[in-house]
């Protein structure tokens, strides 16, 4: 039973420690490593469990399921370094010779140790066992472990080789994987040495620990942090900078829930539109209205500071209102209103807006509070409008 021991051990902790990586079968078609690895563990994880019963097998003396779980054992053993050369070779991403050579070894010695135990039926060349019972390892079975011995030793070569020329956290990975290699070739050495050790299931459980702690928790981070970054671009009005309208949607799928949850019970909604872009397109160009779009976003911002800003239209703008911006909401509101008179006595960009507050005794969803802003900002543009046409007018009469 200690041999079997130190089998479940090491299954118990793999598992532990690679539980995501086991897990996370829906990985992306670019995330060819991590599928690979995975594969990896699933073959470390069968092999372990041959180990496991051959151990429990073996010390009860069965000697027939002691020798189909012996054969199975090896063929885990060698499907499982294939399976590492594939690992290596896709993470570094070299299609090259020697790439090719990996994942031809590992295939080579697949096909051998099929033949090698097929023959074993019938002459004990890899492994047997005496008329007392005892197990007998045979010549074969050294073969077996060399070739392992130098596939795992290549690829650390090859990944120390590929290491020189990366930088940053690649070298590391890469360093790391050479030393994973390195610690395999240690133990298979041992493991051809004491037979009834299980040093192969402590190789694996070192090496796999080491990667995972070293390569695979940063490259989960790294993906994370660029599907961030990927999301807020994805969320970002390329031309002013600010949330566009697939965030605004988002925010009021969350706006909804929280609502629904009664964990927000207060916000209010701002409308805005720009008056006279139609104008500045017809007579200064569409270069212009862009930057008419990007003073008037600027104007909105410098006014609603702890709120987000979302364009969901050409030149349609709306904030939502919570803790702080809400609470000085009226004079916000006020402020704005009176630099946007000052702006058209002075020519500059003019925005009409409109205010809401969400009352949760008569308003069934976002919706409503968006409508009462809007018309309120559509009264508002009208009052603009009218100014300067009653400006006009009083012109034209001193004329």
């Not at 090491?10 to 599928?35: D, F, P």
């Not at 671009?233 to 988002?250: F, H, Q």
């Amino acid at each position: 039973m200690y041999y079997a021991s130190i089998g479940m051990l090491s299954i118990t902790v793999l598992i532990i420690v690679n539980y995501e990586a086991l897990m996370n079968a829906h990985l992306e078609k670019s995330q060819v490593a991590k599928r690979r690895y995975r594969h990896f563990l699933f073959g470390v994880i069968v092999y372990l469990l041959s180990d496991i019963f051959w151990g429990i097998l073996y010390g009860q003396r069965l000697i027939t399921l002691t020798y189909a779980d012996t054969v199975i054992y090896f063929l885990s053993m060698v499907i499982s370094v294939f399976l590492w050369t594939r690992f290596v070779v896709a993470y570094l991403k070299n299609k090259k010779a020697y790439g090719k050579f990996l994942i031809y070894a590992g295939w080579i010695i697949t096909i051998y140790e099929v033949v090698v135990l097929i023959i074993n039926f019938f002459v004990p060349i890899v492994f047997g066992f005496s008329e007392d019972k005892e197990y007998v390892p045979g010549r074969a079975r050294y073969v077996t472990l060399f070739i392992q011995m130098f596939l795992f030793f290549m690829t650390s070569v090859y990944s120390f080789i590929v290491s020189v020329k990366a930088e940053d956290e690649d070298k590391r990975h890469h360093k790391t994987i050479g030393f994973s290699g390195i610690a395999m070739t240690i133990f298979i050495a041992l493991q051809s040495l004491y037979p009834l050790m299980p040093f192969y299931a402590v190789g694996c459980l070192l090496a796999t620990c080491m990667i995972h702690t070293f390569v695979y928790k940063d490259e989960t981070v790294s993906y994370s942090r660029e599907i961030g970054t990927t999301k807020q671009l994805a969320y970002r009005d390329a031309l002013t900078g600010v949330k566009n309208k697939l965030a605004y949607l988002e925010k009021l799928r969350d706006l909804e829930i929280r609502v629904e949850e009664g964990t927000i019970k207060e916000y209010a909604v701002a409308v805005f539109d720009l008056n006279d872009l139609k104008k500045v397109n017809d007579t200064l160009g569409h270069d212009a209205g862009d930057q008419y779009i990007k003073d008037a976003c600027k104007f909105i911002c410098l006014r609603f500071k702890y709120s987000p800003v979302f364009r969901i239209g050409g030149d349609e703008f709306v904030v939502i209102m919570e803790e702080l911006d809400y609470r000085d909401r009226d004079e916000i509101m006020r402020g704005f209103d009176a630099d946007v008179d000052k702006n058209q006595k002075d020519g500059l960009v003019v925005v009409a807006s409109g205010f809401s507050i969400y009352d949760p005794g008569s308003d069934n969803s976002y919706n409503d509070v968006f409508m009462r802003a809007d018309r309120k900002m559509y009264e508002r543009k009208g009052y603009l409008k009218g100014r300067v046409l009653s400006e006009n007018a009083g012109e034209t009469v001193k004329e």
